[in-house]
């Protein structure tokens, strides 16, 4: 997670998350590292990555970070820090956390009331995951294993995402009931269900032979 210097809105415009993802996309083209997900606020982000190179990856975060902040401060005509010191890491160990790290990412607009529906936030990964949805911020963006796995077509595992994801929504009260189940292509008996399969499938994934 990088955060702005004391949780100013560092990230706010059109223009400043523009920058922000192109300064990104510029060297995510030199890494090994992979970009999964990622929801830009207005005075922090949220991303996952697959770490497959920790010295590079490091050298990511310090040159994409000190370049946005040279960026923003000749913008601004303005000096001193821009991030909130180093970003905040976290280890994401199973595919079980990576799915609803990834649900927590994505509906971030909607638990800070900028947005009912994740499809109308931009700033994000949700449009790629629900909807196959690629543009410019987002052509670097790789999917995870677990991810792969929902379906045998593109097009299955759109929709299971959805699914999983208004699961998700409905599960934190994010979302009311008689809404979600507009949305389902199936009952809330089938989705609970198929939720606790996915779930149950990911832990037999991630406590046996890798």
């Not at 294993?145 to 299955?156: I, K, N």
């Not at 998700?168 to 609970?192: C, D, H, N, P, V």
């Amino acid at each position: 997670m990088w955060s702005s210097h004391d949780k100013d809105w560092n990230i706010s415009t059109f223009e400043e998350k523009a920058a922000y993802m192109d300064s990104l996309n510029k060297f995510l083209k030199k890494q090994s590292n992979e970009l999964n997900v990622f929801t830009l606020m207005s005075n922090h982000t949220h991303e996952i990555y697959d770490i497959l190179n920790k010295e590079e990856f490091s050298n990511l975060m310090r040159n994409h970070h000190s370049r946005y902040g040279m960026w923003f401060n000749r913008k601004h005509q303005r000096r001193g820090k821009v991030a909130y010191e180093r970003p905040k890491t976290c280890l994401i160990e199973d595919d079980e956390y990576s799915m609803r790290a990834t649900f927590y990412i994505h509906a971030n607009p909607v638990r800070a009331g900028i947005t009912k529906n994740a499809a109308s936030y931009r700033w994000s990964t949700h449009n790629l995951y629900a909807f196959g949805k690629r543009d410019e911020f987002t052509k670097n963006v790789r999917f995870p294993g677990w991810y792969m796995e929902l379906g045998g077509t593109w097009e299955d595992r759109q929709r299971k995402y959805r699914q999983l994801f208004d699961f998700y929504l409905e599960e934190e009260g994010l979302i009311k009931q008689e809404f979600l189940q507009k949305r389902f292509f199936g009952s809330m008996l089938w989705a609970t269900d198929h939720a606790k399969e996915v779930s149950e499938w990911l832990k037999s994934r991630s406590s046996g032979p890798p």
